[in-house]
C-alpha cells in the first residue's frame, strides 16, 4: 500500500527514512521543498503538493510541530481531507491536544475517512535507530493497516484504545509526569544548594537510586552542569506542550496543581528571555527564586 | 571500638544485626526491651538504659522516629549526651530536619562530642541484604571512624559535607523528589482515566521510558492497582517528611510550590481518614478531586 | 447618531432600555426574536437581522456572552463586520479574552471600522438603575463618541488606554482579584470551622473591618450560609472568565499562582456537579478537601 | 482590680495607656526599661520584674512579638506562671499560634490559672483612639472581666468562643484573607502592567467597586506606587503571620493552596533581600516573576 507522509522535520525526516529502507512505497511532501532530499536519496517520491502526496495513498502519514500545523494541512485549501479519497487513513504521529485530534477525527469520518493517532516517545536519533516508542490509538482495524509502518521505527507499541485521543492524552500525561520531575529537581537542587551541597552529590543518590531512570540522569545532569543552552527541547516547546496538557485537563475538569508550577516555572523563563534555553531551565527559575545567583 | 545502638524499630533491628553480624563490638538499646530479644540472638550485648549503652562506647548510633524522639534520647535525662564520654560520636541515622540536626550538633559541640549524619536510603529488607544507600556528612575524622559500620549495611556512600546538616539535607531533597513523582503520578493517571484509557497504558510508557526506575515502578503499580493497602511508609509518615522538608526550605528561604501540593494532598488524604494508608493515597486524592470514583 | 443593540440577554436588555429611554435612535437584535420585545415596548426598533441592526447605524454594540458569540456575531456570515460601513464604531460590551478583542480590532481596522472596549462592573439590576461602572479603551475619538451610551448606564466611567485590549485587560483583572477573594475565604471559613468556630465571626470580622466591601459581604454570606443555589454568577460562567485570565496571561507570559488555586477548584466543583452553582462553590470544595462535612 | 501588663512595643504602649488613662490601676512591665516611660507619665506604676507585675494582679496581659516570647515570659523562670496566684487571668493580646495557646492555656490551667486570648485588629495609632476591634476567647466568666479592659481600646469585640484558640485562629484566619488580596493584588497589577495599561486604572475599578475597603485601598496603594519602604508591617513579620496560619492549618490538616503562594512570595521577597520591606512586596515578586522592571 502507497503510504504519503508530510511534515520532514527532524523527527519526520528519521521516521520517513526508516519507513522507506524498510521496503515501503513512499511519497514524500514539505511545505519546504529543501527537507526532501535526505529522503529522495533513499529512493521516495518527493510530491510537490499535498495533493500529490494523498492522491492514491491509503495511508498519509504526519508528523507536524503543532495544532495549527495539522488544521492547515488536514483541512486547509488543498490539505489531506480533500485531498484523499475515501477509505485513506491519517496516522497523526505528532504531539497534538485531545481536542485537536478529537476534532480531525470528526471531520475526517464526515469524509469517510479514518484518523489513527500514534504518537512517539524518543528523540529523533532514536527514531534513527528504529528505537522509538509509539503510543497506538484509533479503530482497531486501521491501527493494525499501521502497524508495519510504525514497526520500522517502534522498538515498542504501546496500544492506548480504540479513540484517537486515547493515544493523545498518554503521550500528554507522560510529558507531564516528565515537566513535574524537572520542576522536582529544580526545587531539590535548589534546596541542597542553599544548605551549601554540591548538586552532584543529590544527583547521584537520585540517578544511583529511585530515580534511576533517562528523565533524572537527562535533565538532572543538564541541572547539575548549569548547561541550558544543550537543548534539547526548549522551553518554548516545553510551553507548548504543557498548555495542551492543560488544556485536555480543564476539557475534562482535571485539576493538575503540581503541572501548574512547571507552567508558572516556563512562563517566568520566557518572560526573562529564556525560551530558547532546554526547558530544564525552569531550575534556573526556581534557584532564582531562592535567591540563588 | 565498642558501639552503642538505640532504636530498635525495623529499620533499626536490620542495621543493628549487620553491624554486629560484621563483628562489630554492639551493645543496644531499646525503649521496649522485647525488641531487642532479635540482637542477643545474634550475641549483642543488651543495655537497660541509654546510659549503659553509652558508657564506654566511642560511637552511638542512633535510628528513631522522629525529631522529638531524637531530642528526648539524646539531650533528655539520661540521654545520650549526658551518658557519654567526651569525644564520643554520635551517628543519626534516622531522617531528621536539618534544624534538629543543626541543634543538636551543636550542643554536642559544647559536651565535646561529635555529631555526624548518616540517614540512609531504603527500606528494612534492604538494609537487611547490606544494600542501602548512606548518605554520609560531618566532621571527615569522625565520619571516617563511623565507616566501618556504615560499610557493613551499605552497598554505597554518599559523602555529602563536612556538615551533618549536609546528610540530612540530601536526604529529604531525595524525598521531595520522590513526593512530586508521586503527585505527578496522581496527576497523570486522573488524567487518562477521565479519557477512557487504562491505567496501565500509562505505567507501561512510562516505566518502560523515561522512568524506568524503582520510584515509579512500586509506587506506580500501587496508584495503578489503587492499593493503598499494601503500606510501604504511612501518609502520616509521609506528611512527617514532607513537613521536615518544607521547614528546611522555609528556614533558608527556598520557596517549593510543586511540593506545597504533594503537602495539600497528603493534608487532604489524612482528613479523609486515610493516615494509615501508603502515601501514595495522593493519587487517590487527586483522582477525587477530578470527579473519579 | 442611530445605535445598533445586539445581544438581549437580562444585562443586554437592562443596558439597552437605559440607552433608549435616554433618548438615543436605537434598533436591537437578538438572536431569539422573544428577548426584543422589553425593548419594542420602550420604542426601540427591532431588526430581524443583524444587517438591519447594523445598516446605517454609526455604532452597534454588543453584549455577548462569550468570544465564540462574538467571533460569530461580528465575522460570520451576515455578521456585524460586513454589515456595517466604514467608520462604524463596534462597541463591546461584553467581557472577552485580549486575544479575541485584539483578533476583533485588526479585522474591523482591515474593514476601516473601529473597535471600542467597555465592559461593565455590575448586575443587571445595577445597570437598570444607571449604576454601572464601565471601563473604556479603543482610540480616543471614537471612545469619545461611545460615552453618551455609557453614561446612559454608567455611574462612573474608567478610561484604561487607547487600545480596547487595555479594557478587556483590567475587567479581566478585576475578576482575578475577585476569585482569589472567594478562594481566600474559603481557605479561612474552613480553617475556623475545624478549630471549631462559627464561621459568622470570621464573617463579621472581615466585613467590619480591611474588608467592609461588597465582594467579602456579598461572597462571604453566600460562604456563611453554605447557600450556593443562591446563584450570582455559576461555576460554569466563572470557570469561562478565570480561563480568559489565564489566557490572557499566559500570552503575556505572567504566571498567576493564587488563581490557579481558584481554577483547580473551579474545576472540582465542576466535576462534582456543581457548575450550575454560584461560583463561589469553591469555598464548598476547600472545605472537603479539609475533609469537612 | 489590679491588672499587669508586659510587652511595651508601640502597639503595647497605645493600648496599655489607654488602659490606664480610663482609669484602671496598671502596673506595667517590659524588658527594656526605657519603654515604660510613656506609661509612668499617664500614672501606671512601673514593676522592675515580671514578678512585680503579676503579684498582687488579677489580671495580667501581655502584647508580645511572638510565641517565643509568650513562652519565655510566661512559662520561663520568673515568668507569669509561677508569679501569680491561683485564680489569675491571662489576657493574651498579641498575635500566636494556635498551638502555642493551646499549650499555654493547659500550663496555666495546671497552675489554676486561666488563659484569655484577646488579639486586636489595627495597627497602633488605631489602638490610641481607642477604635480596635478584639477578637476575644475563652471561658466566658474570665473572658467577662477582661472586657473593661478591653473596652478601653476596641471600637468593637467579636466573640469567638470559649477557647482561647478560637480567637487565636480567627485573628489567623483574618491574615489569611489579607495575605491573599495582596497576592491577587501582585497578580492583578502584573497582569495589566504586561498589556502596557497604568495601575491607578485596575486601582480605581477595584477600590471603588467591589473591593472598596482598607486592605485594597491601603495596600493597593502601595503596589501603584511600589512604595515599599513606606513599611505597614514587613515581610519578616508577614512571615511569621504566614507561618502560624499554615501550622495551624497543618495540625488540623487543612490544605490551603492560595496562602501557600503568598508563602512562597515572602519566601523570595526575603531571600532577595526584602525582609525589611512592607509585606506587599510580594507583589514586586511577582511583577519580577513575570519579567517586569
Known amino acids: 500500500m502507497k503510504t504519503g507522509f508530510i511534515g520532514l522535520g527532524r523527527m519526520g525526516r528519521a521516521i520517513a527514512t526508516r519507513i522507506k529502507t524498510a521496503g515501503h512505497d513512499l511519497i514524500v511532501y514539505n511545505r519546504t521543498h529543501d527537507k526532501t532530499k535526505e529522503l529522495a536519496a533513499v529512493g521516495a517520491a518527493v510530491a510537490t503538493s499535498i495533493k500529490e ?8 502519514v504526519t508528523m507536524l510541530s503543532d495544532d495549527a500545523a495539522l488544521e492547515q494541512v488536514a483541512f486547509g485549501p488543498g490539505g489531506i481531507c480533500e485531498s484523499s479519497r475515501k477509505g485513506t487513513i491519517h496516522m497523526v504521529m505528532g504531539t497534538h491536544g485531545t481536542a485537536a485530534i478529537r476534532s480531525a477525527q470528526e471531520r475526517h469520518a464526515q469524509a469517510g475517512q479514518i484518523l489513527v493517532s500514534a504518537p512517539v516517545l524518543g528523540r529523533p536519533d532514536v527514531a534513527a535507530a528504529g528505537q522509538l516508542g509509539v503510543v497506538l490509538a484509533g479503530p482497531r482495524e486501521a491501527a493494525e493497516k499501521c502497524r508495519p509502518l510504525i514497526d520500522a521505527v517502534a522498538r515498542r507499541v504501546f496500544e492506548a484504545g480504540d479513540k484517537p485521543e486515547h493515544a493523545a492524552i498518554v503521550k500528554l500525561a507522560n510529558g507531564l509526569v516528565l515537566g513535574c520531575a524537572i520542576e522536582a529537581m529544580g526545587e531539590a537542587f535548589s534546596l541542597v544548594r542553599k544548605y551549601g551541597v554540591k548538586t552532584d552529590v543529590l544527583y547521584d543518590v537520585m540517578t544511583e537510586g529511585l530515580f534511576a531512570a533517562p528523565a533524572y540522569k537527562g535533565y538532572g545532569k543538564i541541572i547539575v552542569d ?20 492543560l488544556g485536555a485537563a480543564g476539557a475534562e475538569h482535571v485539576p493538575l496543581p503540581a503541572t501548574h508550577t512547571v507552567y508558572n516555572h516556563l512562563l517566568s523563563a520566557i518572560a526573562h528571555g529564556y525560551g530558547g534555553k532546554d526547558w530544564s531551565v525552569i531550575a534556573h527559575e526556581q534557584a532564582q527564586e531562592a535567591g540563588l545567583k
Not at 502526496?53 to 498519509?60: F, H, N, P, T, Y
Not at 543552552?229 to 522551553?235: K, L, Q, R, S
Open 53 to 60: 502526496a494523498c492522491g492514491d495513498s491509503g495511508i498519509v
Open 226 to 245: 548549569e548547561g541550558y543552552t544543550n537543548v534539547g527541547f526548549t522551553a518554548e516547546l516545553g510551553l507548548k506542550d504543557i498548555r495542551l496538557i
